[in-house]
């Protein structure tokens, strides 16, 4: 389980890193187009940003406190992976994306100046404008609460069970 998710974690980041490549190369340019309309309802852009904060430009210019917090944030990520990606394949899947995700920006950060590429922009309604590795996190920290909230009760009960069953047979 655990080479399936560092093989993903290669895949995804370096998916996101070739993105980014590209959009550099041929969107930041031109800064914005059409992607995604229907009729004359505009759905999704491709607009060319660079971000020097966090979500929504929070912490903007704060490049090492967003690099240590990133770091420490993927430390936990992989000790759980490591510790606890056996007990289930969705908390291995959440952690996977969490992983891919912080490595695509903190490579941004590290070797872009700070900045983070991002170059995703919903027009249906005024949202920010955001990266594949954004999205990755985000659901990543979806399944991650989906798994703590449900999956996690049910394992836990299961154990304890198994616990219970085994004192009484002894």
């Known amino acids: 389980m655990l080479i399936a998710a560092l093989i993903g974690i290669i895949l995804l980041t370096a998916a996101d890193q070739l993105i980014k490549y590209w959009v550099v190369q041929d969107l930041k340019p031109v800064g914005s187009v059409p992607f995604l309309h229907i009729g004359d309802h505009k759905i999704l852009d491709l607009t060319y940003l660079e971000n020097n904060g966090a979500v929504f430009s929070s912490f903007a210019g704060m490049r090492w406190l967003l690099v240590g917090t990133t770091v420490i944030l993927m430390a936990f990520c ?21 992983l891919s995700g912080g490595l695509g920006n903190l490579i941004d950060r590290l070797f872009r100046g700070g900045l983070v590429v991002d170059y995703l922009e919903v027009k249906l309604f005024h949202f920010a404008v955001f990266n594949f590795a954004d999205c990755c996190v985000v659901i990543g920290v979806v399944l991650f609460a989906i798994y703590f909230l449900f999956v996690e009760p049910k394992l836990n009960s299961k154990a304890r069970a198994t616990a219970e069953g085994e004192q009484k047979n002894a």
């Open 78 to 98: 992989a000790y759980w992976l490591v510790r606890h990606g056996k007990k289930s394949k969705l908390l291995t899947v959440s952690l996977t994306l969490i």
